[in-house]
Structure formats: C-alpha cells, structure tokens
C-alpha cells in the first residue's frame, strides 16, 4: 500500500520541532534551542559558558511537570557566529531570546532560570519586556560589567583565560563544570569568545534592578571564585525587593552541574511557593 512521504515523514519532524531546532535572530544569526516537555514555561538561559548542555541535569527532571526552552548562545555551540563585535551585546542576547519564544509561541509570562552572564540577558529581557516574565532564578550571577571590574576582571583578562581550545577547557574545568561539558569549549571560535566578554563587560543596568517586580531567587555557591558571593549576590539581593539567596557550601561557579539535586530542589521548591 502506498503511503504519500508527507504522512510518513511529518510525525519524526513534529518530534524534531518540539525538542531542537533553529530560529533566525532580528539580524539573520542563526540560534539553536531545545524546547521540552508540557505545563508551565521556564526558560533556562546559559551565560559565559553560553550552550543548552549545562542545563540538561534539571531539564530532565523537570521537563516532567514543566515546559523547558534553552538554547545555545550566539558565538557557542551550534547557534551562529557572527564575525562583527558589533553583533555582540546583551541586549542582543535578550533579543534572540525573544526571537525564541516568538518561534515558540508563548505568550503567557515565563521564568527565567540563568547562569552567570545569562543573569544581565535575563535582567536585559525583564526590563525591556516585563510583561513576558513571571519570576527570575539567578545561578551564579553578578550585577554587571562594572562589578565584574571591580573584582580585577576585564574583557582581556577574561578572553585571555579562553584564547586557546586547551586554554579554554582547563578555563572552565577550573571553575567547577564537567569534563564533557568543558571540552565543548575547544570547538568554539575565539572571535566569538572575546566579543561574548566585551559584551558581558560592557553591560551595567545597576541603577535599574528596583524596576525587577517579579518574585526572584539567587543561587550562589561558597566557593565562586568567578562571582564571589559576596558581593555578587548580596548586592544583587539587596537592589531587588524580596528576593531570596541561596548560598550552597561546597559549590563553585556552576552549581547547576555542581549540586544538580540540589539546585533541582531549589527550583522546584521557588515555583511550587509560586503556585506553578
């Protein structure tokens, strides 16, 4: 019996749509995102380290009871890589994430979950588009380029520690994420690794933290030497009315991959207080 291609292949690419696939940034980049699971809608959004793979721990627990969209940076991982600095910026960032959940048709206010510079992307989205955001989860995070010089980091210093593939992957084993996920780092373009830190040193919405209105949790590790806790997340606790910090004993700057369960926990705890 003959079965027309359409209907044989149209099941696997519906598959395919619903857990990878691309979306075309405002300025042509090409952006790669996964989107997994049914209910409420988080989005996870990386930072330095800027691919969907730092994530997987919690998605797969989550993506149980939960929506789950991440996606790979622009300049990381399968996404586009532009060559123009000027195609690098936070706000930029938080302009492919809208970009993304245009794709994705979701309408309703989601919660942002982020790692390091993800914390400005999703401080970037929630002040230009606020209605779009329901709660903030910050990991790992610091208030902006300004503090990220205060404690002796610039954007030279920190490309330097990932000019090269060998370099970048001990730059980021070194800081507590795994192995597997490190080497990642080896294949990226070094172009996109120094624009991706200018744009993180550029970034300062200080200022502008007291217009955040949504619930927020703050999870730090004791041990970040990226992002001390303190005063990265202190202060950021302090400039954001009512928002509660974690401090996890015995983490360093991805507590995410880190102390998987327990950050898990901490989730799902922050959206069941929700009413997610």
Known sequence: MYIPFQYVIKP??????????????????????????????????????????????????????????????????RSGKPEHMDMYSIEIHAEDLKAILDATEITDPVTLITHSMGGNIATA??????????????????LSGTQFKELGETADTLFDGVSTSIKSVGFFQAFGLT???????????????????????????QKRYDEIQVPVLIIQGANDVVTPANPCATELQKMISGSQL???????????????DRVTFLIENFLEKLGN
């Not at 980049?29 to 330095?48: A, C, M, P, R, W």
């Not at 588009?129 to 903030?136: F, G, R």
């Not at 200018?198 to 300062?204: K, M, P, S, V």
């Open 246 to 260: 974690e401090i996890l004993n015995n983490v360093n700057h991805f507590p995410q991959t880190e102390a998987p």
């Open 125 to 142: 989205f929630t002040l230009k588009y606020p209605e779009k955001v329901k709660s903030i989860i910050y990991t790992g995070t610091h």
């Open 12 to 77: 696997f690419l519906i598959i395919w749509r619903n857990i990878m696939a691309f979306v075309h940034a405002q300025d042509g980049t090409e952006i790669y995102y996964e989107d997994q699971g049914k209910g409420e809608n988080l989005v996870f959004i990386s930072g330095y380290m800027g691919i969907a793979d730092i994530w997987h721990n919690q998605i797969d627990t989550l993506k149980s009871r939960y929506r789950c969209i991440t996606h790979d940076n622009r300049g990381y991982g």
């Open 179 to 205: 192995p597997d996920i490190c080497l990642e780092a080896a294949k990226w373009s070094r172009f996109s690794l120094l624009a991706n830190a200018y744009a993180l040193a550029n970034y300062d919405p």
